[in-house]
């Protein structure tokens, strides 16, 4: 979590619905402070919204944010495009969830440009060794953070390492992993809810003081939460066509193999299985942007996790990364540069488009999903699966981080990692350590690891 201060707003005077320019100022500034992953995006925004201007309560916070779980995608991009949506309809929850995003991806793309020209000089790449070794510790850090939340029963345990077996020795697609899961939290909920179903509403103690979404209720003004099919039909109709319209264009004209083609269709289809936060999806995007599209080598999608950890917004814009740098190298006819921003635009679109679908369609009905036993016992099989996943992510990056050159070998139909030993690079390793001291004895936050083992990184390639 990040350990930024937040500038002390004052505290609303009344509960009256702010106007579309003072929220537009609020999210703007989320968006640019919205540093230290999903658990430091969600403590910023129960800050600023629960507790300084009482926009919402705390037992409807937590609600939203127990229903944004269960999505795919970013859980703190959804929760504020769902406060959003609740103060001021779907222009509200437009303005919240794109302010959220905006920033970060302004900052990642000029990033990827300034990788794409620059990371080859020796220095640059120099500290890139030391932020891949922060990185891995951060990966580190989310296996024991969500572990500790998830594995409190024995089919957790074996879920969890189920779905790393899966993944990590016989590369079933991440996709299959989740459904699995989700099955099996199921089924065994529904025969003894005592040990699966782990994921749970949280309780919390009323404050007593009216927010300003329950006077709007009192005062009638929350029609728009009210379920209707024809809306529904409405905005599925609206949000297919966003979604699937560009992807169309492009098939029809530059073709299946195009380079534009293949990120829209295949981010499309990450965005549907991003349960479970960025992370768990890494080592997915890497199975398939690394080894079947070669849009970029592992460590470079290390390097890009990296720079995804030091700017605003929510961590999957990683992906924003690999489209531009898979557009970069891999589109023809064009500018490298040209290409790479459009890859980046098309992966964005693709990413979050349906992030916004999720919320406006199924936000109407949470009352409905609260307590629901069957999907929490689902939520609790993904989110076990999730476990061992990250820590075959773990693994991946981190044979990769110490050794230059990591193969395979094939072994009783499973295949295994194979590192050159010859490979080894010592101060990756001893960076490696510093960034588990930094964060696990020390508690630094991820901005201030990366920049202490990127500073190291460097005066090691100038020393040595």
């Known amino acids: 979590m990040s350990s930024l201060e937040f500038p002390m707003i004052d505290k609303a005077d009344?509960?009256?619905?702010p106007s579309r320019a003072d929220a537009f100022r609020v999210w703007l500034k989320i968006g640019l402070l919205s540093f230290g992953g999903p658990a430091g995006q969600i403590a910023l925004m129960h800050r600023m919204l629960v507790e300084e201007r009482r926009w919402v309560d705390e037992s409807r916070f937590l609600h939203a944010l127990n229903y944004c779980m269960?999505?795919?995608?970013?859980?703190?991009?959804?929760?504020?495009?769902?406060?959003?949506?609740?103060?001021?309809?779907?222009?509200?929850?437009?303005?919240?969830?794109?302010?959220?995003?905006?920033?970060?991806?302004?900052?990642?793309l000029a990033l990827s440009i300034a990788y794409a020209l620059y990371a080859d000089l020796p220095l640059v790449a120099a500290a890139f060794v030391g932020v891949k070794a922060a990185v891995l510790i951060v990966v580190v850090e989310a296996v024991l953070r969500i572990g500790k939340r998830a594995l409190k029963t024995g089919p957790m345990y074996l879920i969890a390492v189920g779905a790393f077996i899966a993944i990590a020795l016989f590369a079933v697609p991440f996709p299959v992993i989740v459904a699995?899961?989700?099955v099996v939290g199921f089924v065994g909920g529904m025969a003894r809810p005592?040990?699966?179903v782990v994921i749970k509403g949280q309780s919390v103690d009323e404050a007593g003081t009216e927010s300003v979404v329950d006077a709007m209720a009192a005062r009638g003004e929350l029609t728009h939460t009210s379920p209707s099919r024809s809306r529904s039909l409405c905005l599925i109709l609206i949000f297919v066509l966003l979604w699937a319209g560009p992807i169309v264009a492009l098939f029809a004209t530059l073709g299946a193999g195009h380079v534009f083609t293949e990120e829209a269709t295949f981010f499309s289809k990450l965005a549907?299985?991003?349960?479970?936060?960025?992370?768990?999806?890494?080592?997915?995007?890497?199975?398939?942007?690394?080894?079947?599209?070669?849009?970029?080598?592992?460590?470079?999608?290390l390097d890009g996790l990296g720079l995804a950890e030091t700017t605003p917004g929510p961590l999957i814009m990683v992906t924003q990364f690999v489209g531009f740098?898979?557009?970069?190298?891999?589109?023809?006819?064009?500018?490298?540069i040209l290409a790479g921003v459009i890859g980046s635009v098309i992966t964005v679109w693709v990413t979050f488009v349906?992030?916004?679908?999720?919320?406006?369609?199924?936000?109407?009905?949470?009352?409905?999903l609260r307590d629901n036993r069957s999907l929490s016992a689902a939520l609790s099989g993904i989110t076990a699966a999730v476990v061992g996943v990250i820590l075959n992510l773990a693994v991946w990056f981190g044979l990769r981080v110490v050794f230059a050159e990591v193969g395979s070998v094939d072994f009783a139909g499973m295949s295994l990692p194979a590192p050159n030993a010859a490979t080894i690079n010592y101060v990756a390793l001893a960076l490696t350590a510093v960034a588990g001291l930094a964060m696990f004895r020390f508690h630094l936050n991820v901005l201030k690891t990366l920049a202490i083992c990127g500073a190291g990184a460097i005066a090691a390639h100038l020393l040595l």
């Open 272 to 301: 549907v299985v991003t349960f479970g936060g960025a992370y768990a999806v890494l080592a997915y995007m890497a199975q398939q942007a690394v080894e079947t599209y070669q849009w970029l080598s592992g460590a470079e999608m």
């Open 354 to 368: 349906p992030c916004f679908l999720w919320i406006f369609l199924g936000a109407p009905y949470i009352e409905r």
């Open 194 to 196: 005592d040990l699966f």
């Open 70 to 108: 269960l999505l795919p995608g970013p859980e703190a991009q959804q929760l504020a495009t769902y406060i959003g949506w609740l103060l001021h309809r779907t222009v509200g929850g437009l303005i919240a969830g794109l302010l959220f995003v905006l920033p970060g991806a302004a900052v990642m």
């Open 180 to 182: 699995g899961a989700a």
């Open 14 to 17: 009344s509960n009256q619905t």
């Open 325 to 336: 740098l898979g557009a970069y190298r891999h589109a023809t006819g064009i500018d490298p």
